[in-house]
């Protein structure tokens, strides 16, 4: 069993939709969370990132994590096409070297 | 743009061969981190330096090892390539070892024929 789930998807939604996004983990020590968008042939950008359990908001973009469900969320409001990408989450347990434990990866397509 | 480079952009190679592929840190960034991508799957973490030390290092052979100059530019070494090394190969930098907040450089695809 991998340390961090991700449905890999395609998931396809119209464009203005809420697209919702989830990962799981099995490593109780993750303390650091953050997700990250990759576009096709570029590496990955850092989206959110956030510490410990709750929420997090960033313009279009709300990040949640339930430490206690080993779960985590990232939804996208009023998604556009530019939004078509795979989206990894990312996790770390904050010791002495910031080794990311990285899920698949969920592809994304917005389409207008 | 993040502000890390590396190169080259793609590279073909036959097994047994050996790569060296190389990344610029963003300036003031010490500490180095690399990872492999195969198709479909997220990162995996090779290695991190440090002040140019091996800082940590994940589940690879020896025959992956690196290197981190002073200038923030830094390189990673393949030897004794095989198929599976096929992958896309990222540089992370952050301002310090243990820094969860990495910034990714595009990356070199590795194609192993």
């Known amino acids: 069993q991998k340390e961090v789930e991700q449905d890999p998807g395609p998931l396809s939604v119209p464009e203005g939709a809420i697209v919702s996004l989830n990962c799981t983990y099995s490593?109780?020590?993750?303390?650091?969370f953050m997700w990250y968008r990759q576009y096709s042939r570029k590496g990955p950008e850092l989206l959110m990132y956030?510490?410990?359990?709750g929420n997090k908001e960033d313009g279009r973009f709300t990040a949640q994590v339930d430490k206690s469900s080993k779960y985590i969320s990232l939804f996208i409001r009023d998604s556009q096409p530019s939004d078509s990408a795979t989206y990894l989450c990312a996790m770390s347990a904050g010791d002495s070297w910031g080794k990311l434990q990285f899920g698949a990866g969920t592809q994304v397509v917005v389409t207008p | 743009e993040t502000g890390v480079t590396q190169s080259p952009t793609h590279l073909i190679k036959t097994r047994g061969q050996q790569v060296t592929l190389r990344c610029s840190s963003q300036?003031?960034?010490?500490?180095v981190s690399w990872y492999q991508q195969a198709l479909g799957q997220g990162p995996q973490f090779i290695f991190q330096?440090?002040?140019?030390?091996?800082?940590g290092r994940g589940n690879f052979p020896p025959r992956f090892s690196g290197l981190q100059f002073p200038n923030y530019s830094s390189e990673l070494n393949v030897n004794a390539l095989e198929l599976d090394d096929s992958a896309l190969y990222l540089c992370?930098?952050?301002?310090?070892?243990?820094?969860?907040?990495?910034?990714f450089g595009a990356g070199t695809r590795l194609s192993v024929l």
């Open positions: 330096y440090y002040r140019e030390e091996e800082n």
């Open positions: 956030t510490y410990s359990s």
């Open positions: 992370a930098s952050s301002l310090e070892a243990g820094a969860n907040i990495q910034y």
């Open positions: 300036s003031g960034h010490n500490t």
């Open positions: 490593n109780s020590a993750f303390q650091y």
